[in-house]
Antibody, heavy 125, light 107 residues
Framework: QVTLTESGPVLVKPTETLTLTCTVS??????????VSWIRQPPGRALEWLAH???????SYQTSLETRLTISKDTSRSQVVLTLTNMDPADTATYYC?????????????????WGQGALVTVSS | DIQLTQSPSSLSASIGDRVTISCRAS??????LNWYQQKSGKAPKVLIY???TLHSGVPSRFSGSGSGTDFTLTISSLQPEDIATYYC?????????FGQGTKVEIK
């Protein structure tokens, strides 16, 4: 059974750094056809893709957040970590991690087939 | 960045109606387009990937079509459990953008 579980702080202060952990089970982050992506959703608003990491450690980021975002993985712990620096109230959102399922190897095209339950992070002083 | 524009932003339909949602990309993305359903308070679930491939376990009343820049999600006969917000997502360029969503309600 595939599961992803997000963990991290519920409340952060402006200018602080957010660190979120996605712990996966039921699949390996070493699987060449899979990876993990982070997505967020401000209250009442649309989904926003943030970043992904593939098993070969290739990483990509949301253009507008690239200078603030870092994604990494700890294969031994089956975890993928997202950090977002210099938090602002506009970063208040539910943060999801999701499993990448690649359907086109040449283009690394994928869909997100399993999602965590989401972690609501509020930015406030 | 590739922009995805969904229309309409919301719709109201009766049970049994055929519902169509459009997603237009700002550039050609071949068939690298996915559709997700998100029910209130829940994580999204994939319905369709690669524009027209029905994900395992998804009811056959859902279908997807299109290529290039214009894509459509169709619900052939709306059911009460289909009340949700639907999002398209492109898997062609970086960043992997989502549309703004289409909220489906029962009339």
């Amino acid at each position: 059974q595939v599961t992803l579980t997000e963990s991290g702080p519920v409340l952060v202060k402006p200018t602080e750094t957010l660190t979120l952990t996605c712990t996966v089970s039921g699949f390996s982050v070493r699987n060449p056809s899979m990876g993990v992506s982070w997505i967020r959703q401000p209250p009442g608003r649309a989904l926003e893709w943030l970043a992904h990491i593939f098993p070969n450690d290739v990483k990509s980021y949301q253009t507008s957040l690239e200078t603030r975002l870092t994604i990494s993985k700890d294969t031994s712990r089956s975890q993928v970590v997202l950090t977002l620096t210099n938090m602002d109230p506009a970063d208040t959102a539910t943060y999801y991690c999701a499993r990448i399922n690649i359907f086109d190897d040449f283009w690394s095209a994928y869909f997100l087939d399993y999602w965590g339950q989401g972690a609501l992070v509020t930015v406030s002083s | 960045d590739i922009q995805l524009t969904q229309s309409p932003s919301s719709l109201s339909a009766s049970i049994g109606d055929r519902v169509t949602i459009s997603c237009r990309a700002s550039q050609v993305i071949s068939t690298y387009l996915n559709w997700y359903q998100q029910k209130s308070g829940k994580a999204p679930k994939v319905l369709i990937y690669a524009a027209s491939t029905l994900h395992s376990g998804v009811p056959s009343r859902f279908s997807g079509s299109g290529s290039g820049t214009d894509f459509t999600l169709t619900i052939s006969s709306l059911q009460p459990e289909d009340i949700a917000t639907y999002y398209c997502q492109q898997s062609y360029g970086i960043p992997r953008t989502f549309g703004q969503g289409t909220k489906v309600e029962i009339k």
